[in-house]
């Protein structure tokens, strides 16, 4: 592509080259090219054609599909990871630490001796379990981490930041800095303000670590944990039950391994034309006139989008000018700075029925939903600050109004939204019944809301070509159901598909082979 330009042509690659699939098993492989560069990414506009003379929001999409190519691990860039693991007293519940034992020791497993670890351990006392090292005596490091019991009470802040100072003197520009922090309970002792928890997250970031946060069972502080996750650019989990734990702690190890693309920014520099910009579920700063959105790390396999929102006005019809769009990353199979930018420009009309039929229905339905979800999860805050009927009201004004949307669009994730919003009514009526019930109510929709804005539907839909954690767990619910006979393997296949659609059949939901908010309900997964 020579650059972004808005027209009725719509859609431009931006960056890379695409590559067959293969698959990656036990996160033993990681995305490679062979030439050109590892990421492709693809921008749409939801119209080709704006109005002249008159301020209008136009919005734009830019999707990521990073191909996932064989490579062995030994050529995988190099880890520096820090575990912050609790071990507060309320890890003695339900054998919480017993589960986070067994996944510290897996994460030992897939490091190499080329990488870094340091682990630390806290309750309201701090101490580093193994000094941040080369990998070089693991059988050391897991009998010190097989030896943790619970103690105290909760000093999150200290230990995460004695977890990120412990790696701070080996992260560098040619390895993979992450953190890990998990607990399970409130910040209790030591720093305990969010925002200022938040600004040292920031700082470690604005370092080189990132930071991923999970949060395990119903006593901990969501709204905290995804802001760490959120601020430190890593990943946020909630784990509902230990024995998820491991999953989880393979899962961020996977997409680590798979790691292509680090530091990763895209860059608005408007004209004019442009009035204001707005970014649907990414931080971002404006400096020297330009809108700066930082992404998290890029992993092969991974699809993922950014929705933004540009108020312009044209001044007359014609060609015009909006400015540009920048793609920088780091390569982590080359270690190198990527950076590639390209012109935007819009066509500007007199005839409103033109700008009506330069319409991109996809684009435009990722966008209702976009904005959607974001008005969907402050009602969801207003359930939670005790106005149940005003949110409910709000929130069957909300499916009225995607649903009209979606009568011309005719988008699966639009009616599968809708659906969504449909079983709030129930969901809240659940949640009320005891504390519990409402603490996983709000979790798990705010889980759904941290991942929707970021372009991963994956916790409220699963469909054909889908792939990771949430598709395992369906596979198992199905193979449960004596309707799926394939491999656990987390890959939507046509043959998931089928098991869906049998299994909507059986319990008088439309059979259509996605699995939306009604199916993943109906088998305890939404």
Same mark, same amino acid.
């Given at each position: 592509m020579s650059g972004l330009k808005i027209n009725s042509s719509i859609a431009f690659a931006f960056v890379g080259l695409f590559f067959a699939n293969c698959m990656g098993q036990s996160g033993k492989t990681v995305a490679v090219t062979v030439d050109g560069e590892p990421v492709k990414a693809c921008v749409e506009v939801d119209h080709g054609k704006m109005l002249a003379h008159s301020p209008q929001d136009l919005y734009i999409v830019v999707r990521f599909d990073i191909p996932e190519f064989l490579r062995p691990q030994s050529?995988?860039?190099?880890?520096?990871?820090?575990?912050?693991?609790?071990?507060?007293?309320?890890?003695?519940?339900?054998?919480?630490?017993?589960?986070?034992?067994?996944?510290?020791?897996?994460?030992?497993?897939?490091?190499?001796?080329?990488?870094?670890?340091?682990?630390?351990?806290?309750?309201?006392?701090?101490?580093?379990?193994?000094?941040?090292?080369?990998?070089?005596?693991?059988?050391?490091?897991?009998?010190?981490?097989s030896e943790?019991?619970?103690?105290?009470?909760?000093?999150?802040?200290?230990? =995460?930041?004695?977890?990120?100072?412990?790696?701070?003197?080996?992260?560098?520009?040619?390895?993979?800095?992450?953190?890990? =922090?998990?607990?399970?309970?409130?910040?209790?002792?030591?720093?305990?303000?969010?925002?200022?928890?938040?600004?040292?997250?920031?700082? !470690?970031?604005?370092?080189?670590?990132t930071v991923s946060a999970m949060g395990l069972g119903l006593d901990y502080d969501e709204n905290l944990m995804q802001a760490i996750a959120e601020n430190g650019g890593g990943n946020y989990y909630y784990i509902e039950s230990p024995t998820q734990m491991a999953d989880i702690f393979h899962q961020e190890m996977n997409t680590m391994i798979a790691a292509v693309a680090k530091d990763v920014h895209i860059i608005i520099d408007g004209t004019d034309i442009i009035d204001d910009i707005n970014v649907y579920g990414y931080k971002y700063e404006e400096r020297d006139g330009k809108t700066d959105i930082t992404l998290e790390d890029l992993y092969g396999g991974e699809k993922r989008s950014l929705t933004l929102r540009l108020k312009a006005k044209p001044q007359k019809p014609g060609e015009c000018n909006l400015g540009s769009v920048s793609l920088s990353y780091t390569d982590c199979e080359k270690n190198t700075r990527r950076t590639r930018s390209f012109p935007m420009t819009i066509i500007a009309t007199e005839n409103a029925g033109e700008v009506a039929q330069s319409e991109n229905k996809t684009v435009r339905a990722e966008a209702v939903l976009a904005t959607a979800d974001e008005e969907h999860s402050q009602y969801v805050k207003q359930y939670e600050a005790g106005d149940k009927q005003a949110a409910l009201a709000n929130i069957s004004a909300l499916q009225q109004r995607i649903s009209s949307v979606n009568a011309?669009?005719?988008?699966?994730? =639009?009616?599968?939204?809708? $659906?969504?919003?449909?079983?709030?009514?129930?969901?809240?009526?659940? #949640?009320?019944?005891?504390? !519990?019930?409402?603490?996983?109510?709000?979790?798990?929709?705010?889980?759904?809301?941290?991942?929707?804005?970021?372009?991963?539907?994956?916790?409220?839909? =699963?469909?054909?070509?889908?792939?990771?954690?949430?598709?395992?767990?369906?596979?198992?619910?199905?193979?449960?159901?004596?309707?799926?006979?394939?491999?656990?393997?987390?890959?939507?296949?046509? $043959?998931? $598909?089928?098991?869906?659609? $049998?299994?909507?059949?059986?319990?008088?939901?439309?059979?259509?082979?996605? #699995?939306?908010?009604?199916?993943?309900?109906?088998?305890?997964?939404?």
């Open positions: 050529k995988r860039m190099p880890i520096c990871m820090g575990m912050v693991i609790d071990r507060s007293g309320s890890m003695g519940e339900k054998g919480k630490i017993e589960y986070a034992r067994r996944s510290a020791n897996y994460v030992v497993d897939q490091l190499k001796t080329t990488d870094i670890l340091g682990v630390v351990e806290y309750d309201d006392r701090i101490s580093t379990l193994w000094p941040a090292a080369l990998v070089k005596n693991p059988g050391t490091i897991k009998r010190m981490i943790l019991e619970p103690r105290g009470s909760t000093n999150l802040c200290g230990g =995460l930041m004695q977890g990120i100072d412990d790696i701070e003197r080996y992260a560098s520009s040619s390895r993979l800095n992450r953190v890990i =922090l998990l607990s399970d309970g409130l910040a209790n002792r030591g720093i305990t303000d969010p925002d200022e928890i938040g600004r040292l997250v920031r700082h !470690a970031r604005a370092n080189g670590i011309t669009i005719k988008d699966v994730r =639009l009616a599968k939204k809708s $659906e969504g919003l449909a079983l709030e009514s129930s969901e809240m009526a659940a #949640a009320d019944q005891s504390p !519990a019930a409402k603490a996983d109510y709000l979790k798990s929709s705010k889980q759904r809301f941290y991942y929707a804005q970021k372009g991963k539907q994956s916790f409220s839909m =699963l469909r054909n070509g889908d792939d990771g954690y949430q598709v395992k767990q369906l596979q198992q619910k199905l193979k449960d159901q004596n309707l799926y006979s394939g491999t656990v393997d987390g890959e939507f296949s046509p $043959e998931v $598909e089928k098991a869906v659609e $049998e299994y909507q059949k059986q319990n008088n939901i439309p059979a259509d082979g996605v #699995a939306g908010p009604a199916t993943l309900k109906k088998l305890d997964m939404y």
